[in-house]
């Protein structure tokens, strides 16, 4: 017979290694799901070892990294839910909308094309990436006090300092660059099917204090679906900055993200594909 279970992929951003995923997988799997996180392609299986080859992810874009998980879910033997975190979210967004999961839950997600919004904020956590253009063709680290300001201007300094030195790893630069530029480039690869009435479900969830990809960027994101009659629903979680998929807060949000789940239809035992 086969497996019951409603496979879950969890989908990083810039700067965290799949890794930083387990909680939220151990929590998955507690409900019934098949969970899996595969890293960005070409990403090492562990941060010391990112952190020692940058060199493996550099120049990646947003379509390299949505084909790589797009062909991870045509292994799977059903459609997937996904969960996507800042440029995961984006990348979330895009299978979704190409008919390729369940439903998704896209939390702090990087900006899509047609987002307008640019709060000073965004423009500042960007800047050790969109501050030098050769960046485009580079991986990029963060330094403690970047991460702090991108990730933890939520939480006290001690603890976005113990999760930059557990989970950050160099990310490539280009994928900030095509969401910079998205507006003014014809084909973006930062384009999403937001008019797409034939999707899944989709859950779109703000950090309200997030800097690196502000409420008003979500908000945003949510009206461009505003022509789809599928399921579209903006979840906000006030004083929440970035780091709100990893810091001490992560739970709350990873509940309420397998309860919308389940109001949509869609438990991690499903046999309705057996």
């Known amino acids: 017979m086969s497996d019951s ?3 879950a992929v969890f989908i990083h951003g810039m700067w965290l290694h799949a890794s930083s995923w387990q909680p939220w997988l151990d929590l998955a799997a507690e409900h019934g799901y098949t969970p899996l996180a595969p890293g960005w392609p070409g990403e090492a299986a562990t941060v010391a070892e990112a952190r020692r080859h940058p060199d493996e992810v550099a120049g990646l874009g947003i379509d390299d990294v ?7 879910i045509r292994s799977l033997d059903r459609p997937p839910v996904l969960i996507g975190h800042s440029f995961g979210g984006l990348v979330a967004q895009k299978l979704l909308g190409a008919g390729l999961a369940r439903a998704a839950v896209a939390i702090d997600p990087a900006q899509i094309k047609g987002v307008k919004a640019l709060p000073p904020a965004q423009l ?4 050790p990436v969109l501050g030098n253009p050769a960046n485009r063709r580079r991986a990029v680290s963060l330094t403690a006090a970047q991460f702090a300001y991108g990730f933890g201007n939520a939480l006290a300094r001690e603890e976005s300092d113990d999760l930059h030195a557990r989970f950050t790893i160099p990310s490539p630069g280009r994928p900030l660059f095509e969401a910079a530029l998205a507006n003014f480039t014809r084909t973006s690869p930062a384009a999403v099917a937001t008019g797409n ?3 899944g479900p989709l859950l779109l969830i703000s950090g309200q204090a997030d800097h690196t990809v502000p409420d008003a960027v979500t ?3 949510y009206k461009l679906y505003g022509n789809s009659t599928a399921v579209t629903e903006l979840k906000q979680f006030p004083d929440r900055g970035h780091s709100l998929v990893i810091d001490h807060g992560w739970p709350v949000v ?4 397998l309860q919308w789940l389940a109001r949509q239809g869609i438990k991690g035992q499903d046999t309705s594909y057996v």
């Open 254 to 257: 990873a509940d309420y993200a």
């Open 124 to 127: 500042r956590a960007g800047f």
């Open 197 to 199: 009435t034939e999707r």
């Open 66 to 72: 949505t084909a790589h998980y797009a062909g991870v």
């Open 219 to 221: 908000r945003s994101a």
């Open 5 to 7: 279970r409603t496979p």
